[in-house]
């Protein structure tokens, strides 16, 4: 051998000797040589990278040169590869980008074992759809959120309610009068205490008995204050003078609702008839049963309205008595002056009522006594 033939033989690199001994010697079916793999999928990942992924729905199937210059000789797994390859670019081409989740990009590529794993690795991820992670952001609270006022020209105009008008009443075909009132006076001569109210109720003109309405508190006042020793009922009206010497009258006839359905005219036209019926039967005191009714005797006597600081529960002053005229010699009958028992006042407490009444309840148990009178219980036969 000689010198140019060993330095051709030395300088010669192994990648030349193997590529000359492969191109010379084929090899063995179902082997596939080194070379010629690290080839077709050098090739293939330059086309991969250099496409954008972006725009991986463009037309980015590789032309027949590119695919001339791969080995198809390389065998059949390199075969049905790049067919994969081609199948996966076509449809990809044609399918629509779908947003996936990291959940069904884990569901799409399941992990293999490490020994299932084969060359084509590259391919299965290239066939993965393109994953997209969800952006997490805060969002923004509604409070926190400038919200323009809407203005008057878009706001809805607001639905006001009209009230709905009630009808009136009609009034009345028929007013009560004096006639109508089957109450009768109860006023015999010579009364320890003779008691004085406004005017009948609807009740009691109906029923012909005094304070007949459950919500008055003329029957509970006199039994608590002494005056009776039982608590009678409105139908006992008539038993009052034989068994206490206490009798009834009212200033006005005419029965009403309520004592304020009264006029001024006619409490004042009530005064001279209850000054004649004190002066005819002469009983020692005189309670009236509410302040209205001093406030009428006041006016007709002086001529004016009675004034706050001139009022006053209890005894009035003895030139006040009623019933005293200028042809008599009679000094008239002192003036009590206590609270109404209706059930409609409540400006004073039931303690501040009974404490008022207490005190006439007083005078007449001693009067009484003095008298000689001895009240008598409730009997039937009266």
Same mark, same amino acid.
């Given at each position: 051998?000689?010198?140019?033939?060993?330095?051709?033989?030395?300088?010669?690199?192994?990648?030349?000797?193997?590529?000359?001994?492969?191109?010379?010697?084929?090899?063995?079916?179902?082997?596939?040589?080194?070379?010629?793999?690290?080839?077709?999928?050098?090739?293939?990942?330059?086309?991969?990278?250099?496409?954008?992924?972006?725009?991986?729905?463009?037309?980015?199937?590789?032309?027949?040169?590119?695919?001339?210059?791969?080995?198809?000789?390389?065998?059949?797994? %390199?075969?049905?590869?790049?067919?994969?390859?081609?199948?996966?670019?076509?449809?990809?081409?044609?399918?629509?980008?779908?947003?996936? %989740?990291?959940?069904?990009?884990?569901?799409?590529?399941?992990?293999?074992?490490?020994?299932?794993?084969?060359?084509?690795?590259?391919?299965?991820?290239?066939?993965?759809?393109?994953?997209?992670?969800?952006?997490?952001?805060?969002?923004?609270?509604?409070?926190?959120?400038?919200?323009?006022?809407?203005?008057?020209?878009?706001?809805?105009?607001?639905?006001?309610?009209?009230?709905?008008?009630?009808?009136?009443?009609?009034?009345?075909?028929?007013?009560?009068?004096?006639?109508?009132?089957?109450?009768?006076?109860?006023?015999?001569?010579?009364?320890?205490?003779?008691?004085?109210?406004?005017?009948?109720?609807?009740?009691?003109?109906?029923?012909?008995?005094?304070?007949?309405?459950?919500?008055?508190?003329?029957?509970?006042?006199?039994?608590?204050?002494?005056?009776?020793?039982?608590?009678?009922?409105?139908?006992?009206?008539?038993?009052?003078?034989?068994?206490?010497?206490?009798?009834?009258?009212?200033?006005?006839?005419?029965?009403?609702?309520?004592?304020?359905?009264?006029?001024?005219?006619?409490?004042?036209?009530?005064?001279?008839?209850?000054?004649?019926?004190?002066?005819?039967?002469?009983?020692?005191?005189?309670?009236?049963?509410?302040?209205?009714?001093?406030?009428?005797?006041?006016?007709?006597?002086?001529?004016?309205?009675?004034?706050?600081?001139?009022?006053?529960?209890?005894?009035?002053?003895?030139?006040?008595?009623?019933?005293?005229?200028?042809?008599?010699?009679?000094?008239?009958?002192?003036?009590?002056?206590?609270? %109404?028992?209706?059930?409609?006042?409540?400006?004073?407490?039931?303690?501040?009522?009974?404490?008022?009444?207490?005190?006439?309840?007083?005078?007449?148990?001693?009067?009484?006594?003095?008298?000689?009178?001895?009240?008598?219980?409730?009997?039937?036969?009266?």
């Amino acid at each position: 051998m000689s010198t140019s033939n060993v330095k051709t033989e030395a300088n010669s690199s192994p990648l030349e000797d193997s590529s000359q001994s492969s191109s010379s010697s084929p090899p063995p079916p179902g082997d596939v040589s080194v070379d010629r793999i690290t080839s077709f999928h050098g090739t293939l990942n330059r086309f991969l990278l250099t496409s954008n992924t972006a725009d991986i729905s463009a037309d980015v199937r590789p032309s027949p040169s590119t695919l001339e210059g791969l080995d198809t000789s390389a065998g059949t797994e %390199t075969s049905t590869a790049s067919r994969n390859v081609l199948d996966h670019l076509s449809v990809t081409k044609t399918r629509p980008r779908t947003r996936t %989740t990291p959940t069904t990009v884990a569901a799409a590529n399941p992990i293999r074992p490490k020994g299932e794993r084969s060359s084509t690795a590259h391919l299965t991820s290239s066939r993965s759809p393109i994953t997209q992670t969800n952006r997490i952001t805060r969002s923004r609270s509604s409070s926190s959120i400038p919200q323009s006022s809407p203005s008057p020209s878009n706001a809805s105009p607001r639905r006001t309610r009209t009230p709905r008008s009630r009808k009136p009443k009609p009034p009345p075909t028929h007013y009560p009068t004096a006639a109508d009132s089957l109450l009768q006076d109860t006023i015999p001569p010579n009364l320890t205490l003779l008691l004085v109210g406004v005017n009948p109720g609807i009740l009691t003109g109906t029923t012909g008995f005094a304070y007949a309405h459950p919500s008055n508190l003329y029957w509970k006042l006199l039994h608590s204050s002494g005056i009776t020793s039982v608590r009678h009922p409105p139908s006992d009206t008539y038993k009052l003078p034989a068994l206490y010497n206490v009798g009834n009258t009212n200033i006005v006839e005419r029965p009403s609702r309520d004592a304020s359905m009264l006029t001024k005219a006619e409490m004042d036209a009530g005064v001279p008839v209850l000054e004649a019926k004190v002066a005819a039967q002469r009983p020692e005191a005189v309670c009236l049963v509410g302040k209205g009714i001093w406030e009428a005797v006041w006016r007709v006597r002086h001529g004016r309205a009675l004034r706050k600081e001139e009022f006053r529960y209890g005894w009035q002053d003895v030139q006040e008595n009623m019933g005293c005229t200028a042809d008599s010699d009679w000094k008239g009958a002192p003036v009590f002056v206590t609270t %109404t028992t209706s059930g409609l006042a409540a400006g004073m407490s039931m303690a501040e009522k009974e404490a008022i009444w207490a005190e006439l309840g007083a005078w007449v148990v001693k009067r009484r006594a003095e008298t000689g009178f001895e009240p008598v219980g409730p009997d039937p036969d009266l």
